[in-house]
């Protein structure tokens, strides 16, 4: 008796784990919408190649500090231009990210293999005004940075920690309160 109820059961949930199994198959192939402006493809390569680079080229408070201070550095701070005149790391050059594009990054990148530092909203806490915090899967840091590799750029560190905008050696300024309107 005990051995019948063993394979029913068995056979039910056989039955249970085979079903979503077949409309797995079942599915029908989705056809890609053309268009020659988006490569998602390309984006995941993109991504997948940098993943271990990004990881080695995350930089502690002190290394950002140090490497701003060599020549040619490109310090680029890819929020809002409203965000960036609340408060943004001196000497750092602003270009939104939606703003991205070949001519645009090439008028404050000089050359694709310039070293530029990037940070975000999420590399700051104490000024929820002047940075305020994305998802962690959306931090402005991952699509900078694999942006910026699609675009040819080769060079690339990001800041790495989380750091209190009272507490850090960064030096941060703000523009003046007239060049300032309502961040986004």
Do not use: W
Not at 8 to 37: D, F, G, H, M, Y
Not at 124 to 133: D, I, K, P, V, Y
């Amino acid at each position: 008796m005990n051995r019948t109820i063993i394979v029913s059961l068995l056979l039910i949930t056989v039955s249970l784990v085979a079903k979503p199994i077949e409309k797995q198959k079942k599915q029908p192939k989705i056809k890609p919408i053309p268009n020659r402006l988006i490569d998602y493809g390309e984006f995941k390569k993109i991504v997948n190649r940098s993943e271990s680079e990004r990881e080695n080229h995350r930089l502690t408070e002190d290394q950002f500090l140090k490497m701003m201070s060599e020549d040619g550095v490109v310090v680029l701070d890819a929020r809002s231009e409203n965000r960036f005149r609340l408060l943004h790391i001196k000497g750092a050059v602003n270009l939104p990210f939606t703003e991205f594009t070949k001519d645009s990054l090439a008028t404050v990148i000089p050359e694709p293999k310039s070293k530029i530092l990037i940070y975000c909203n999420n590399n700051f806490e104490g000024n929820e005004q002047a940075f305020a915090a994305k998802s962690p899967a959306a931090s402005l840091n991952l699509s900078t940075y694999n942006s910026l590799k699609a675009y040819g750029y080769s060079n690339i560190f990001e800041l790495g920690p989380l750091l209190d905008v009272n507490q850090t050696k960064l030096p941060l300024v703000s523009e003046p309160k007239e060049n300032q309107s309502q961040a986004e």
